[in-house]
T-cell receptor, first 114, second 113 residues
Framework: AQTVTQSQPEMSVQEAETVTLSCTYD???????LFWYKQPPSRQMILVIR??????QNATENRFSVNFQKAAKSFSLKISDSQLGDAAMYFC???????????FGAGTRLTVKP | DTEVTQTPKHLVMGMTNKKSLKCEQH?????MYWYKQKAKKPPELMFV???????INESVPSRFSPECPNSSLLNLHLHALQPEDSALYLC????????????FGPGTRLTVL
């Protein structure tokens, strides 16, 4: 079974600084998708960024970028120029689309200090 | 429009009650999902509907009964729940059989007394 591990239960960053959240996963598949979702106190799960495993280029979305290392099964999220609104729980997720099954990591709670 | 709506936002029910949660999307997605999320935990997949057919049932107790009347609507019928079933119930949708992203609704906070 696929597993997703987020080893940092909590992280803190100063406003305008950069922070990196870690995620590793285990799979025997070669084609899959990886996601970072953000869940603020409002509870809504919001897509931050996604990465297709067949693409070598790291995904980027404005201030958010990933470092995808397929061989190492690592998928970290870098947030640049952190803003107060970035404070939330961040979940890394693995999706093997052949069975529409999404697996989430335990989450990392990010605090942004003014 | 990437909106998934869920009603009600909050629900309090007794263990003998019957209630239903509703999820709706108008993005033309053909896959819809129910997740259960306990406090400070990640979402756990409960059910997946693909083209209105139940494709994944993650060994969920029969007191939870999903229903997909059409491609836009997903219900979760609740009956004889236990206090440990209290959680946030999230609905999501995506294009079935493709590589599209799952979009989540805001969730229903369920409390079972």
């Amino acid at each position: 079974a696929q597993t997703v591990t987020q080893s940092q239960p909590e992280m803190s960053v100063q406003e305008a600084e950069t922070v990196t959240l870690s995620c590793t996963y285990d799979t025997s598949e070669s084609d899959y998708y990886l996601f970072w979702y953000k869940q603020p106190p409002s509870r809504q799960m919001i897509l931050v960024i996604r990465q297709e495993a067949y693409k070598q280029q790291n995904a980027t979305e404005n201030r958010f970028s990933v470092n995808f290392q397929k061989a190492a099964k690592s998928f970290s999220l870098k947030i640049s120029d952190s803003q107060l609104g970035d404070a939330a729980m961040y979940f890394c997720a693995y999706w093997w689309y052949n069975n529409n099954d999404m697996r989430f990591g335990a989450g990392t709670r990010l605090t942004v200090k003014p | 429009d990437t909106e998934v709506t869920q009603t009600p936002k909050h629900l309090v029910m007794g263990m003998t009650n019957k209630k239903s949660l509703k999820c709706e999307q108008h993005m033309g997605h053909r896959a819809m999902y129910w997740y259960k999320q306990k406090a400070k935990k990640p979402p756990e997949l409960m059910f997946v509907y693909s083209y209105e057919k139940l494709s994944i049932n993650e060994s969920v107790p029969s007191r939870f009964s999903p229903e997909c009347p059409n491609s836009s609507l997903l219900n979760l019928h609740l009956h004889a729940l236990q206090p440990e079933d209290s959680a946030l119930y999230l609905c999501a949708s995506s294009q079935a059989g493709s590589t599209d992203t799952q979009y989540f609704g805001p969730g229903t906070r369920l409390t079972v007394l």
